[in-house]
């Protein structure tokens, strides 16, 4: 049985991968070029093809008091649709940004997530035998970014669980979705095997507990962080009137700018550093609308 606090810290790594947020964003509305989930929103980022997305907005429409159930609930039907449009409707984008920045919203992603993906890797991983935090989190991982039965099969080959012993099966596991990863025909998935790299170093250093603190992509998991209140939301990035400005604009053109991609600091977002944010974006396989949300940051801090 793991502890609340090791329950925090396995997802939190897992919404680092996700949103480059410990806490996950709950606003984050991401496109990326060749994703078949298509749209993807929210904390630990569910998807339009799933129908997950359908499932959270309806929940969200349904309960007394959500502040922006009623733009959101026009878009029910297509949603149940897995509508594909969907992906470019500008109008729904901010409605799901805004929606995340509603407690209501934040407290039904957190048992959306808990009910529909937590829990579950829990029993898959309590019914190979597996129980340390580690591996809650390797499996959790699998079932947010997808293929965890797929993958689990193949090293199933190699020895099982009650066979091979718990870390030895995990880190079987974690090679065998790397190299799946890395050599995978969507160019997307290639460029996440930095969640099997991060597993990997976890197991050499033999923290199976997820003892705090530790490091995940450049930032220090802390009880103290953990334990304590998520900071406001990181307000989203876009071209505006009168234009945003201040210290997270000029953060994000002097990022552009470090990653060759030319961009006047001004820290002032106008029409030149949209269009510098569309190129870097293109250049990684985001949609490219010039938004600077969860998924664009991520990608920012990732290839600083």
Same mark, same amino acid.
């Given at each position: 049985?793991? #502890? &609340? $606090? ?21 606003? #984050? ?49 297509? =949603? @149940?649709?897995?509508?594909? #449009? ?5 109008? $729904?984008? &901010? ?7 509603? /407690? ?8 959306? %997530? ?13 019914? /190979? ?30 020895? *099982?669980? @009650?066979? $091979? ?13 790397? !190299?799946? $990863? ?18 990997? +170093? ?21 009880? @103290?962080?953990?334990?304590? @209140?998520?900071?406001?939301?990181? !307000?989203?990035?876009? =071209? ?7 210290? +997270? ?9 470090? =990653? ?8 002032? %977002? ?8 569309? *190129? ?8 490219? +609308? ?15």
């Amino acid at each position: 049985m793991l #502890s &609340n $606090l090791q329950k925090r810290t396995a997802q939190a790594i897992v919404n680092i991968f996700e949103t480059g947020s410990p806490w996950g964003d709950y606003g #984050s509305v991401t496109v990326t070029r060749g994703d078949t989930g298509h749209l993807t929103y929210g904390r630990a980022q569910t998807t339009l093809a799933s129908g997950n997305l359908h499932r959270l907005i309806y929940s969200y429409c349904e309960t007394p008091g959500s502040r922006c159930a009623g733009p959101l609930s026009a878009y029910l039907e297509r =949603l @149940e649709r897995r509508d594909i #449009s969907l992906d470019t409707e500008t109008a $729904l984008h &901010n409605h799901l940004r805004e929606a995340g920045r509603d /407690l209501t919203m934040r407290y039904l992603q957190d048992r959306f %997530f808990d009910e529909h993906f937590w829990f579950p890797a829990c029993e898959a991983a309590s019914s /190979l035998g597996l129980s340390t935090a580690l591996a809650a989190s390797v499996v959790y991982d699998s079932f947010i970014h997808g293929s965890w039965a797929r993958m689990r099969d193949e090293t199933n080959r190699l020895g *099982r669980p @009650e066979t $091979l012993g718990e870390r030895r099966w995990v880190g079987n596991y974690v090679n065998t979705r790397r !190299r799946w $990863l890395a050599g995978h025909r969507n160019p997307i998935l290639r460029l996440t095997t930095y969640r099997m790299d991060c597993f990997v +170093d976890l197991t050499k250093r033999g923290n199976w507990t997820l003892a705090l603190p530790l490091r995940v992509r450049g930032f220090k998991l802390t009880r @103290e962080l953990l334990e304590g @209140e998520p900071p406001a939301p990181v !307000r989203t990035l876009r =071209l505006a009137n009168p234009p945003m400005s201040g210290a +997270d604009v000029r953060g994000t053109q002097e990022a552009l700018n470090r =990653l060759q991609v030319p961009c006047n600091v001004s820290g002032v %977002f106008d029409r030149d550093t949209a269009a510098a944010v569309k *190129r870097f974006q293109k250049s990684r396989g985001l949609s490219a +609308d010039g938004v600077v949300g969860a998924a664009t940051r991520a990608a920012l801090k990732a290839f600083a």
